[in-house]
């Protein structure tokens, strides 16, 4: 028999995985796994416990075998029987006597006297315990590794299906529904923020789309059917095209498409649940994904493979609805922008006045779109895994960016507690206002320059608000990533003047176009397996002449006129080649401006140091140019293997790591071995734990969005250069990067600045 099952093992899995997936909510998936596997492995028993944190216990959830009426009521502590020595262990415990081992125990009231043999799984997702998954018999047997191994696969899958529940609300561990949800990410962008979710999901990405009440339900109609007539219209040109190269039994494919966009078949019920008030788009997902999921979960092939047409053909719909789709949004007064990849397109899109915060199921605190989120002062929560985005529009949320979570549908404790904290947070800025028109210096009188990463006109009074001396970063990018086409030169002269005025006469650091990673243009696509390994920053605009040429001749006739001095600078750069290249165009675009008859300093050319080669070159690199910066998030990232956009991994992304700290110094050691003075605007610099590590490597200027500039002057300026010095050489001691956040934490706490540590 076990050579049997082991045999059978995929096809087995597979049906199981398919009804769990195509069931219709957690309770369904349950009884489909307890009633699945209890006939699969032919075993008496079958049961699944899942664990309630907030109390923690154990909630008996589904069962074959043993009471039923115990399910939802009986509870165990995480430490008790049997189910708790698996969740303790967080492996599976195969027993051929259950009844003589020490920690079993019997529950009266589910049954279990007579079964003897034991296996119980632990249900895991990305290191949580979600519950237990259990299987038993009266015979006194172990349990085969063919069916050990069955069970784990099943609860990996189970666990995704838990997680995905308790994330959309759809599990209650709990004897009272609790209306409010708390859904747990990654702090992206830190602030409070209070609002309505307005969900945002790409062009023609069919498991996104929201489901919207609409009142205008004709119109709805007409929208959807004239998407439906331009699809038929389609596939009849794909048909004709195709005609004299396949065979009619082939190209009856294309007939059976057609049929089933028929008013008798899909397009017909989408009319339905139109009727029923979802606006077009809406219904159409909801009708599709239950299509696809009855086919899918059919035992033959041929049939099963029909769900992909029928997704394709919802896909196709759904282009064509998007593209007709001329209707904007309706933003309320306190939107919170939701969805699976946001960009910084979906963040221009909203008055900033209206935008309260920003919640992303992909990307981490390390992402672009959440640095601009910073700069822009919204809060933020990047990497909700689990979060159906679907299941947010319209309902009322709380955006917590400094912990990482999103409390949804919240009471009136939850609104009670977080306007504390905004108060806290008012308090905190208000009382540090006194810091802004003063220079940053040290007890011990070691002056260093505290700049700002922008990227809009909306930053320049929140900037100088806060005391900006200078900018160390402008995001040239963001201006192109709003637009749908490349701005002209002139069109790019006007806009970097706006900026290089507003902060006259202070130094504007203009970095190149920086575009590739997690950064792209609409009208620009750069499609890569490897974006981050691949074409991006000054590899582009070197290879793209016209580019880099027509935005380094406005960065420098805008500059016409005006007291400050303009840095430009290289990103992304790996070799001398690549720096000797810019510096000829540059050079070539000043003296054509010059001849042109424009009376205009030469700017300083610098380099940002953010990756390894760039690190182990820095003092190669300085020779040849005016200043160097480091960029660290990309540096962190390339040094440690870690994408900062996966929220998987985002725990490896360390900014106090070992290496990390070395690189930083061996770079401004470099620079100021050959008389260069060395910056850096990635987010280290907004960190007053790091900024005090950095201040103590002799980095001349530390750049950071505004928010966190007041935070970081009143950390500096409490200390003294020779304490910052002591507490570094400690650090550069130490290899572990927890070890050395906690200690560098504990000193600013011990320094009167535990409020400050809390605020990142």
């Given at each position: 028999m076990s050579r049997e099952f082991s045999s059978e093992f995929p096809k087995i899995l597979r049906r199981v995985v398919q009804e769990v997936v195509s069931a219709g909510d957690l309770v369904s998936s349950l009884d489909i796994i307890v009633e699945q596997v209890q006939k699969e492995m032919h075993t008496q028993v079958c049961s699944v416990y899942l664990l309630n944190e907030a109390r923690q216990k154990y909630v008996f959830m589904a069962t074959r075998g043993l009471n039923a009426k115990a399910v939802g009521v009986l509870t165990l502590d995480v430490d008790e029987g049997l189910v708790g020595l698996v969740g303790e262990r967080a492996e599976p415990v195969n027993l051929e006597d259950a009844q003589s081992h020490p920690r079993n125990r019997f529950f009266e009231e589910l049954g279990e006297d007579p079964f003897h043999s034991f296996l119980g799984v632990p249900i895991i997702h990305q290191r949580s315990l979600l519950g237990v998954l259990v299987v038993q018999q009266s015979e006194a047997r172990r349990f085969d590794e063919s069916e050990e191994a069955f069970l784990v696969t099943l609860s990996a899958q189970l666990a995704g299906v838990i997680a995905h529940a308790k994330a959309t609300g759809d599990l209650s561990l709990t004897t009272s529904e609790q209306p409010s949800r708390d859904v747990r990410g990654l702090s992206g962008a830190p602030g409070i923020g209070f609002g309505t979710a307005v969900v945002v999901y790409p062009k023609a990405d069919l498991g996104s789309v929201p489901t919207r009440k609409v009142s205008d339900i004709e119109s709805e109609k007409i929208a959807f059917t004239e998407a439906v007539n331009e699809t038929r219209e389609e596939i009849r040109e794909f048909s004709n095209h195709l005609e004299s190269q396949l065979q009619p039994g082939e190209l009856a494919?294309?007939?059976?498409?057609?049929?089933?966009?028929?008013?008798?078949?899909?397009?017909?019920?989408?009319?339905?649940?139109?009727?029923?008030?979802?606006?077009?788009?809406?219904?159409?997902?909801?009708?599709?994904?239950?299509?696809?999921?009855?086919?899918?979960?059919?035992?033959?092939?041929?049939?099963?493979?029909?769900?992909?047409?029928?997704?394709?053909?919802?896909?196709?719909?759904?282009?064509?609805?998007?593209?007709?789709?001329?209707?904007?949004?309706?933003?309320?007064?306190?939107?919170?922008?939701?969805?699976?990849?946001?960009?910084?397109?979906?963040?221009?899109?909203?008055?900033?006045?209206?935008?309260?915060?920003?919640?992303?199921?992909?990307?981490?605190?390390?992402?672009?779109?959440?640095?601009?989120?910073?700069?822009?002062?919204?809060?933020?929560?990047?990497?909700?895994?689990?979060?159906?985005?679907?299941?947010m529009e319209g309902k009322s949320v709380v955006v917590d960016g400094f912990s990482g979570s999103v409390v949804v549908n919240p009471g009136k404790d939850h609104?009670?507690?977080?306007?504390?904290?905004?108060?806290?947070?008012?308090?905190?800025?208000?009382?540090?206002?006194?810091?802004?028109?003063?220079?940053?210096?040290?007890?011990?009188?070691?002056?260093?320059?505290?700049w700002v990463n922008t990227g809009l006109i909306t930053d320049v009074a929140r900037s100088l608000g806060r005391g900006a001396e200078g900018v160390g970063l402008y995001r040239t990018e963001v201006h192109f990533m709003m637009n749908d086409r490349f701005p002209t030169e002139e069109e790019q002269r006007i806009i970097y003047r706006e900026h290089l005025q507003a902060f006259d006469p202070r130094p504007v650091t203009m970095r190149t176009l920086d575009i590739g990673g997690d950064k792209s243009l609409p009208y620009f696509p750069i499609e890569e397996d490897n974006p981050f390994l691949g074409w991006r920053g000054i590899r582009v605009t070197l290879d793209h002449r016209e580019i880099f040429i027509a935005q380094v001749r406005a960065m420098i006739e805008a500059n016409e006129g005006i007291d400050n001095d303009l840095r430009i600078m290289l990103p992304m750069v790996t070799s001398i080649a690549e720096i000797d290249e810019a510096q000829r165009l540059i050079s070539r675009c000043y003296r054509e401006i010059v001849e042109e008859g424009t009376e205009v300093e030469m700017p300083d050319v610098g380099v940002m140091i953010e990756v390894p080669a760039a690190v182990y070159q820095a003092q190669d690199i300085a020779k040849r140019v005016d200043f160097l910066s480091v960029g660290s998030n990309d540096l962190i990232q390339y040094m440690l293997a870690v994408d900062r956009n996966n929220a998987q991994v985002a725990e490896l992304y360390q900014e106090f790591h070992p290496a990390v700290l070395q690189a930083l110094k061996n770079v401004a050691d470099a620079a100021h071995a050959e008389g260069k003075p060395v910056s850096i605007c990635g987010e280290m610099a907004g960190s007053p734990s790091a900024a005090l590590l950095l201040m103590a490597m002799n980095y001349d200027i530390l750049s950071m969005n505004a928010t966190n500039l007041l935070m970081v002057k009143w950390a500096l300026t409490s200390f003294s250069m020779a304490k910052a010095q002591e507490i570094l050489n400690k650090v550069l001691q130490m290899d572990n990067a927890y070890l050395i956040k906690n200690y560098v934490d504990n000193e600013l706490r011990q320094a009167g600045l535990g409020r400050v540590v809390r605020a990142r």
């Amino acid at each position: 028999m076990s050579r049997e099952f082991s045999s059978e093992f995929p096809k087995i899995l597979r049906r199981v995985v398919q009804e769990v997936v195509s069931a219709g909510d957690l309770v369904s998936s349950l009884d489909i796994i307890v009633e699945q596997v209890q006939k699969e492995m032919h075993t008496q028993v079958c049961s699944v416990y899942l664990l309630n944190e907030a109390r923690q216990k154990y909630v008996f959830m589904a069962t074959r075998g043993l009471n039923a009426k115990a399910v939802g009521v009986l509870t165990l502590d995480v430490d008790e029987g049997l189910v708790g020595l698996v969740g303790e262990r967080a492996e599976p415990v195969n027993l051929e006597d259950a009844q003589s081992h020490p920690r079993n125990r019997f529950f009266e009231e589910l049954g279990e006297d007579p079964f003897h043999s034991f296996l119980g799984v632990p249900i895991i997702h990305q290191r949580s315990l979600l519950g237990v998954l259990v299987v038993q018999q009266s015979e006194a047997r172990r349990f085969d590794e063919s069916e050990e191994a069955f069970l784990v696969t099943l609860s990996a899958q189970l666990a995704g299906v838990i997680a995905h529940a308790k994330a959309t609300g759809d599990l209650s561990l709990t004897t009272s529904e609790q209306p409010s949800r708390d859904v747990r990410g990654l702090s992206g962008a830190p602030g409070i923020g209070f609002g309505t979710a307005v969900v945002v999901y790409p062009k023609a990405d069919l498991g996104s789309v929201p489901t919207r009440k609409v009142s205008d339900i004709e119109s709805e109609k007409i929208a959807f059917t004239e998407a439906v007539n331009e699809t038929r219209e389609e596939i009849r040109e794909f048909s004709n095209h195709l005609e004299s190269q396949l065979q009619p039994g082939e190209l009856a494919l294309f007939d059976a498409y057609l049929n089933i966009l028929d008013d008798n078949e899909i397009a017909g019920e989408v009319k339905t649940v139109i009727d029923q008030g979802n606006w077009a788009a809406g219904a159409l997902r909801q009708v599709i994904e239950a299509h696809v999921a009855n086919f899918e979960s059919m035992e033959d092939e041929y049939l099963r493979e029909r769900g992909a047409d029928v997704r394709d053909l919802g896909v196709r719909v759904l282009a064509k609805l998007q593209s007709a789709d001329v209707r904007l949004i309706n933003y309320p007064k306190d939107t919170v922008l939701v969805g699976e990849e946001l960009t910084a397109t979906d963040l221009a899109s909203v008055a900033s006045e209206k935008l309260k915060g920003f919640v992303s199921v992909r990307g981490s605190a390390n992402s672009h779109v959440a640095i601009l989120a910073e700069a822009m002062g919204v809060p933020a929560v990047m990497g909700v895994e689990n979060l159906s985005t679907q299941w947010m529009e319209g309902k009322s949320v709380v955006v917590d960016g400094f912990s990482g979570s999103v409390v949804v549908n919240p009471g009136k404790d939850h609104i009670a507690y977080y306007e504390n904290i905004v108060k806290e947070e008012a308090e905190l800025v208000d009382g540090l206002g006194d810091l802004a028109d003063q220079p940053c210096v040290t007890t011990d009188g070691h002056r260093i320059q505290l700049w700002v990463n922008t990227g809009l006109i909306t930053d320049v009074a929140r900037s100088l608000g806060r005391g900006a001396e200078g900018v160390g970063l402008y995001r040239t990018e963001v201006h192109f990533m709003m637009n749908d086409r490349f701005p002209t030169e002139e069109e790019q002269r006007i806009i970097y003047r706006e900026h290089l005025q507003a902060f006259d006469p202070r130094p504007v650091t203009m970095r190149t176009l920086d575009i590739g990673g997690d950064k792209s243009l609409p009208y620009f696509p750069i499609e890569e397996d490897n974006p981050f390994l691949g074409w991006r920053g000054i590899r582009v605009t070197l290879d793209h002449r016209e580019i880099f040429i027509a935005q380094v001749r406005a960065m420098i006739e805008a500059n016409e006129g005006i007291d400050n001095d303009l840095r430009i600078m290289l990103p992304m750069v790996t070799s001398i080649a690549e720096i000797d290249e810019a510096q000829r165009l540059i050079s070539r675009c000043y003296r054509e401006i010059v001849e042109e008859g424009t009376e205009v300093e030469m700017p300083d050319v610098g380099v940002m140091i953010e990756v390894p080669a760039a690190v182990y070159q820095a003092q190669d690199i300085a020779k040849r140019v005016d200043f160097l910066s480091v960029g660290s998030n990309d540096l962190i990232q390339y040094m440690l293997a870690v994408d900062r956009n996966n929220a998987q991994v985002a725990e490896l992304y360390q900014e106090f790591h070992p290496a990390v700290l070395q690189a930083l110094k061996n770079v401004a050691d470099a620079a100021h071995a050959e008389g260069k003075p060395v910056s850096i605007c990635g987010e280290m610099a907004g960190s007053p734990s790091a900024a005090l590590l950095l201040m103590a490597m002799n980095y001349d200027i530390l750049s950071m969005n505004a928010t966190n500039l007041l935070m970081v002057k009143w950390a500096l300026t409490s200390f003294s250069m020779a304490k910052a010095q002591e507490i570094l050489n400690k650090v550069l001691q130490m290899d572990n990067a927890y070890l050395i956040k906690n200690y560098v934490d504990n000193e600013l706490r011990q320094a009167g600045l535990g409020r400050v540590v809390r605020a990142r």
